[in-house]
């Protein structure tokens, strides 16, 4: 149980166009998701938090009208890189956590590899 | 703010015990965790840490010390599938997101 999925897994893209992931709970109802990004041989970086219905909230220093995030029932939420530039390439990651025991933990997506050329 | 630290490379033999610390400064404290990562793939949860004491799952074992804002990854029987990353993670509070330590490196040599 708990399986998180990502859409897509990778991703190349032109300097300047925008790419939309999809992280999904497969077989429980998230009522919070997490969007974090990896940069090779680094940490994982929170970048925002999205509550079902609500918008999100971004992390300091993270653009909010590049980094749309979505997230309209409680099974999905999108992560849309807009207009996006080589330094956007990175590894996302999603997490998502909800209503099930241990309440508080979080179970993560396999990861969206975005290459911006 | 929360912030952790934690060894950036660690190398033991294969068959041998390590230990990864990870100290850590956070307003509240709710826990604990470690994740494992190997390269080109997402974190898997390890272990979690509420209380104090040792958790043992395995060849993996983890601990908590609360009072000095101290914990440890202790891996057993070594094996080479065992390389890879190894996070330490905190929150503070039940409902907020995990943050994660910069990672140590675990290099399984023969």
């Known amino acids: 149980g708990a399986v998180v999925s990502q859409h897509p897994s990778r991703v190349i893209c032109k300097s300047g166009t925008s790419v939309k992931i999809e992280c999904r709970s497969l077989?429980?109802?998230?009522?919070?998701m997490f969007w974090y990004r990896q940069f090779p041989k680094q940490s994982l970086m929170l970048m925002a938090t999205?509550?079902?219905?609500?918008?999100?909230?971004?992390e300091q220093g993270v653009e909010k009208d590049k980094f749309l995030i979505n997230h309209a029932s409680l099974t999905l939420s999108t992560l849309t890189v807009t207009s996006a530039h080589p330094e956007d390439s990175s590894f996302y990651i999603c997490?998502?956590?909800?209503?099930?025991?241990?309440?508080?933990?979080?179970?993560f997506g396999p990861g969206t590899r975005l290459t911006v050329t | 703010g929360q912030s952790l630290e934690q060894p950036s490379e660690v190398t033991a033999v294969e068959g041998a015990i390590v230990q990864i610390n990870c100290t850590y400064q956070t307003s509240g404290f709710y826990g604990l965790s470690w994740y494992q990562q190997h390269d080109g793939g997402a974190p898997t949860f390890l272990s979690y840490?509420?209380?104090?004491g040792l958790e043992e799952t395995g060849r993996f074992s983890s601990f908590l010390s609360r009072s000095d804002s101290y914990g440890y990854l202790l891996l057993q029987e070594l094996q080479m599938k065992d390389s890879a990353s190894y996070f330490c993670a905190v929150r503070d509070r039940g409902n907020t997101p995990l943050v994660f330590g910069k990672g140590t490196r675990l290099s399984v040599i023969a």
């Open positions: 077989d429980f109802q998230a009522t919070t």
């Open positions: 840490n509420a209380l104090d």
């Open positions: 997490s998502a956590r909800g209503l099930r025991y241990p309440f508080h933990e979080q179970y």
């Open positions: 999205s509550n079902e219905g609500s918008k999100a909230t971004y």
